[in-house]
């Protein structure tokens, strides 16, 4: 892949994706550090905003997060022990067997896996860690809520997902992964959210964005109109959950 056809689907809301994207629990960084065979080097693909790049510092001594979107990176808060770079995940720019762990979250359906995975091979130490992290369609603590959160994904917006999506419904288990595969139990990936914080990581949707071109005006303003007065007070914060799905596998075995 070259940068020329780097499918970004994701810089016009770059912005937004700052803001409202969860952050994945610190337990996953002090899991995956266990499992590496040294806690030197991380390196965070498709690292969008750093939402994932910010557990690692942590558990790892250095972390470089790359990504194809220059937008995307702009928006990283910055951190002494994060180096933010543009380039692909098949291009990667970093050195020889020199990588602890490799990390992919909410990513992984939008790479050249077969090159992704020749790339890791020759920048993964031995015994190196891979993980690709996904979480699915989220769900709200109150049964009579979460009914419209499931027909605004599944019908509403369901035809303008990018095919890739529904490696994300799989949690990934249909993607290719040609390594040593070490199981393990994801943390819960779950925060608190007022409304306008859920419509707020709802709008950060691609599928929000093709729906919106497409139908000429935006469906997520026609759900929340819906939906405000079932929330009661749209300041008063909500349990919100996502499956979180992580594969695991050891690089370059020894």
């Given at each position: 892949m070259t940068q020329s056809n780097f499918e970004d689907h994701f810089s016009q809301q770059s912005q937004d994706y700052a803001l409202f994207r969860p952050h994945y629990p610190d337990a996953l960084g002090k899991i995956l550090a266990e499992l590496a065979p040294s806690t030197q080097f991380a390196l965070d693909v498709g690292c969008g905003s750093g939402q994932f790049s910010e557990v690692l510092v942590d558990y790892f001594d250095q972390v470089i997060a790359i990504d194809g979107s220059a937008e995307q990176i702009a928006q990283a808060k910055p951190h002494?022990?994060?180096?933010?770079?543009?380039?692909?995940?098949?291009?990667?720019?970093?050195?020889?067997?020199?990588?602890?762990?490799?990390?992919?979250?909410?990513?992984?359906?939008?790479?050249?896996?077969?090159?992704?995975?020749?790339?890791?091979?020759?920048?993964?130490?031995?015994?190196?860690?891979?993980?690709?992290?996904?979480?699915?369609?989220?769900?709200?603590?109150?049964?009579?809520?979460?009914?419209?959160?499931?027909?605004?994904?599944?019908?509403?917006?369901?035809?303008?997902?990018?095919?890739?999506?529904?490696h994300v419904d799989e949690g990934y288990k249909n993607l290719p992964f040609p390594f040593q595969e070490i199981p393990i139990q994801p943390p819960v990936l779950q925060v608190e959210w007022n409304f306008y914080q859920l419509i707020g990581y709802m709008s950060t949707w691609s599928a929000v964005k093709m729906a919106t071109k497409a139908l000429g005006h935006n469906p997520l303003n026609v759900l929340a109109d819906a939906l405000l007065p079932e929330w009661e007070d749209p300041e008063l914060p909500r349990i919100i959950s996502w499956p979180l799905t992580v594969r695991v596998g050891r690089v370059n075995v020894q």
């Open positions: 002494p022990k994060i180096q933010y770079r543009q380039a692909l995940a098949e291009d990667t720019q970093i050195a020889d067997q020199s990588v602890d762990l490799i990390s992919v979250a909410q990513a992984a359906h939008w790479l050249d896996l077969d090159k992704f995975y020749v790339e890791v091979q020759r920048i993964a130490k031995p015994n190196a860690i891979l993980a690709l992290i996904t979480y699915g369609v989220f769900s709200v603590d109150e049964e009579h809520l979460d009914h419209y959160f499931k027909h605004f994904y599944e019908v509403t917006i369901g035809p303008y997902w990018p095919p890739e999506r529904h």
